[in-house]
Structures are given as C-alpha cells and as structure tokens.
C-alpha cells in the first residue's frame, strides 16, 4: 500500500490521500531500521574489512590451534630466594622474649642469697630479654640471652651465681616467645599478629593457627612479603606443592585474598555483567554459562566475541602476514552453530579483563523494524478509511 496524506489548510481535517510517490513498506521498515536501539556492533559490522580508524582491532576466528597458541598458564610460583630461606631458629632466645629463672640453693636450712630461711628455691618470673638482648639476673648482673639456647643461659646464669652461693641449681624457662614475630592478614578467620614457633615455622600451619582460610582454595591467593621480595601462590598450588609450603622468617607478611580477576559480559546474553573469575582457569564456554547463556530471544549463536587486548607474542604467532613488537587490540570470534563448536569454544581460555559479547540474530533487527513501523501503517490505513 503506499499512502500520501494531507491537510487542508482551511479546516484542519484529513483530505485527499494520494499515493505516496516511490516509497514502499519495505523501504520504510528499512529506513526505520537504520536508527533503531541495538545492544552493540552487529556480526558483520565486526568482521568487515576496513582501516585502523573503522576497524581498530585484528579479527581472528578461533579454532584448536588459535586456542592452543592463545592459552597463558596461570599457574604461580615462589622465586628461589623464598624457596631457598633456612627456617627461623626459634630455639635461641630473642628480644622480646618472657623467662622466668628458678634458682635452688644448696644452703641447707638457712638464709642463702636469693632465697630466705626455710627456702628451698627462689623464682624471678616473667623477665623479659629487652631492646638490647640482655635480662638482668639478681648478684649477676646483666646477662646477654638473646642469640643464646635456653641451655646456654642457664649454665651463664648458674656459673655467676657459684661464686655467690654453693652448687647452685638453675631451671630457666621460656614461658612466651616475642621475638620472630610475623602478621597474617586479609581472607583468614584470625588475622593478627604471630610468633613463630617450632609448630609454625612455614606457611600452611601458620594459615592453620590463624584460624585458616576463609575463601575457596580454587580463588584464594596466598601472598608473602619480605622486605622488597614479593611472591603470590594458588592456595591449591600450596596444598599440591609441599616445596612450597616455604620457611617463615621474622617479619614476614602473609596476605590472603580472593582472586580479583573478571571478564565483562554484554550483548545479546541472559544477563550483562562483570563476573570474577569462579576458579583459576575458564573458558569461553563455561564464561557464558556462568551469565544464563545466549538470550535465546536475541541472540545469535553463530556470533560470539571476545574483545582482549593480547601480548606481542601471542598476537605474532596468530598474525602471520607480519611482525608484532607491542600489544595489540584482538577480537576472536566463536561460531557455536558450527559442529564442533562448543568444542572449541571449551578450549579457548577467558582471560582478566576479557569482554564477551554476543550479537544480535539478523531477524531481530527486522523485527524491531517492523514493529517501529506498524504503528504508522495502522495509522496510514485509519486515514485512508476515514478518506474513502
């Protein structure tokens, strides 16, 4: 049908409907379709041919090899200076340390220099070896402990003591460490904190006196700091490597986080979202799994992108026809209606930063045109009635 409607100018009504002069109902749906909304670039917008102004990325379709040459391991590992370190020697004391002496004099029933009438032994409890590593110790003096075994001080402590009282017995204890202290801190149920001790000594059973980790071992990160020297490990990768499982050292820092990795989802899928990394490794297919799928209403299957940013070497294996020295901006493209394709797509890796988008299928955007123009030629044909 094609249609003219006008006004007279005297009245104000409808009159004369003449046809409209070269304009059809297809040519009408399609101009409507020119600047209907859309969720993003259509399939064919993304894999035409054009410059570095029209199309500022590479293209490139995604088979097993593509896959293959794409994959990064995620895997993580301690540098040798971590994997090297000597344990701490907790067994010397140390600044901070709390003793306590016990002394037993050999005086018989009377008065000796430490204990009185009747006494047997005397106690000095809770010493604390101070800022310069020395305790002070009753008709010694002040004695160096740190650096020294617990068996060592006693010997010190006892040797300074015969010239003061005959055959004297020490017994020195250590009732609480303060010296090799580290602090765990982040995803874990007790942060604080903590000495390290004989039980404590590596990472895993001082995770485990911190209460343990309260992230799934598939997303936790365990990192540890030392000085300039910084490392960070898969916690699985702690329970499947026991060398890395490495010594602490005083000062130490042990951080405990959720993994921060995601990929953004757009386009014609059931939901549009940002969604963390659920485990250390995923692929493209598991990716749309995680957002609903293809909107089975919008979306076009053979029409799958991954928008990256890929490393110089990865991008000159793909891009054969020249050299690559820097990043390049690369779209991958996944054609899940081809047999075989979800194969593939299950071999292609999402990496940080990744962004899915699913086209729209060719009808929908007829669609949308032909339900912006009903209106208008329900309109058409109301007028045309009124006329005749």
Known sequence: MKIRIEADN??????CIRPLRGLSLLALIALAGCGLPRGGPSEAELTAQGDADTLPFEVVRVTDTVAKIARIDEARAYSEAFLRSAPENVDDIATGDKLTVTVWENVGGGEGVLTGVGQKFAILQETEVDEDGFIFMPYVGRVRAEGNTIEGL???????LSDQTPDP????????QGGAKISVIGNVRAPGIYVIENATRRIL????????VVEEPE?????LRRGRLTATVWLEELYDRPDFNVALRAGDQIIVERDRRAFTALGALNSQVRVPFPSRNINALEALGLVGGINSQLGDPSGIFVFRTETAQIADSLLTD????VPTRMVYTIDLAQPGGMLTASNFEIRDGDIVYATEAPAVQFIKALSSVAPVVNFASSANNLAN
């Open 154 to 160: 006693r010997r010190v402590i006892a040797n300074g």
């Open 169 to 176: 017995q020490v017994e020195v204890r250590r009732i609480e």
């Open 322 to 325: 020249r050299q690559v020295l």
């Open 219 to 223: 997303v936790a990160l365990i990192t």
């Open 205 to 212: 059973p001082m995770l485990s006196a911190a209460g343990g």
């Open 10 to 15: 005297g009245t104000g009504n409808l009159r």
